[in-house]
C-alpha cells in the first residue's frame, strides 16, 4: 500500500508540476524526487503561486510517505532475514535430532512396515534425486498404505529407545525455534505421544488386537512425519551442506547396502 501511495504522489506532483510551472516532464518528475528524498539542490523551484502550493504539500506528505515506505521495506528485509536465521538454527536442530534419535527411530519403525520393500525402491536411491524427484517422493509417501507387523519386543525395543532418548527430546521441544517449523513439531509431539502411550502399559506382550491397532495407528503417524521431514532434511543438506548430505546418503536407512565406508 505505501509504494501505491508514494507512486499516485508522485504521478500526481508531476503533472501537477508540469502544468502549474509550465515545464518538461522530465524537470517535474527531477523536482518531485529531490523534494521527496529531501535532497533539494535548489536548482529548480516553483515560481507560481499554485506551484508553491504544491510543493508545500508535497513537502508535506511526499517526504512522510518516502520515510514510511523506505521503514517499512528495511524492516521487511531485517525481518526475513532473522526469519532465515531461525530458520537455518532449527535446520541445525533437526539434523542434530536425526543423528542423535530420528535415523534410529526411522529404522527402527521402517523394520515394522510389511510393505518395506516399496519404500526401499522409492528411498533407497536419494543420492541422485534431483528437486522434482524430492517433490514426486514426498507426495507419494504422504499417501503411503502403512501396514505394522510388531511383536511384543519389537514395542518393547521402540519403547526404549524414545525412553532413552526422552531428555534430548525435550530439548529439543524447548527450543524457541520450534515455532518456525509446524511440521517438525507436530513430529515432535507425535513422538511424545507414542512413547506415553508404550510407558503407559504395564506389558506390551500379549495386547489385544484393538489395542495393537491402537499402536499401528500412533506408530503410522510417526512414521509419516519422520518419513517427510527426513526427505526434507536431505534435500536441504544436498542443497546447502554436500559434505553432510554424502554421510547420510551413505547411511540411508533404506538402503541395504549403505555403509559410511567410502568404496
Known amino acids: 500500500m505505501g509504494l501505491v501511495a508514494l507512486g499516485t504522489l508522485f504521478l500526481c506532483s508531476v503533472f501537477g ?9 522530465a524537470d517535474a518528475l527531477y523536482f518531485s524526487v529531490v523534494t521527496v528524498t529531501t535532497v533539494g539542490y535548489g536548482d529548480i523551484h516553483p515560481t507560481t503561486g499554485a506551484g508553491k502550493i504544491l510543493a508545500t504539500i508535497l513537502i508535506l506528505s511526499g517526504v512522510c510517505t518516502f520515510t514510511i515506505v523506505l521503514t517499512s ?11 532465515r536465521e531461525r530458520l537455518q538454527r532449527l ?3 533437526i539434523g542434530s535430532f536425526f543423528s542423535e534419535v ?7 519403525i521402517s523394520s515394522l512396515d510389511t510393505n518395506l520393500p516399496t519404500v526401499q525402491s522409492r528411498l533407497a536411491n536419494c543420492g541422485k534425486w534431483q528437486a522434482k ?13 502403512f501396514e505394522a507387523q510388531h511383536a511384543g519386543n519389537d514395542l518393547e525395543e521402540l519403547k526404549q529407545l524414545l525412553q532413552t532418548h526422552t531428555p534430548f527430546l525435550m530439548r529439543i521441544l524447548e527450543n ?12 515432535m509431539w507425535a513422538t511424545f505421544h507414542l512413547k506415553e502411550e508404550l510407558l503407559n502399559r504395564s506389558t506390551l506382550t500379549d495386547l489385544p488386537k484393538t489395542d495393537l491397532k491402537h499402536l ?18 536431505m534435500q536441504h543438506l544436498q542443497t546447502d551442506y554436500p559434505y553432510l548430505f554424502s554421510l547420510a546418503v551413505r547411511t540411508n536407512p533404506f538402503d541395504k547396502t549403505s555403509s559410511a565406508v567410502v568404496r
Request: hydrophobic share 40%.
Open 133 to 145: 524427484d524430492f517433490a514426486g517422493v514426498r507426495q507419494h509417501m504422504l499417501n503411503y498404505p
Open 102 to 108: 530420528g535415523t534410529k527411530l526411522l529404522f527402527q
Open 73 to 83: 521495506m528495511t524492516e521487511r528485509l531485517l525481518n526475513a532475514r532473522e526469519k
Open 176 to 187: 524457541p525455534n520450534m515455532a518456525e517449523h509446524e511440521q517438525f513439531t507436530d513430529l
Open 91 to 93: 535446520n541445525m536442530v
Open 17 to 25: 508540476f508540469m502544468y502549474a510551472e509550465n515545464i518538461p516532464f
Open 216 to 233: 499401528s495407528g500412533d506408530i503410522h503417524r510417526v512414521y509419516k512425519l519422520l518419513l517427510s521431514q527426513w526427505i526434507d532434511y
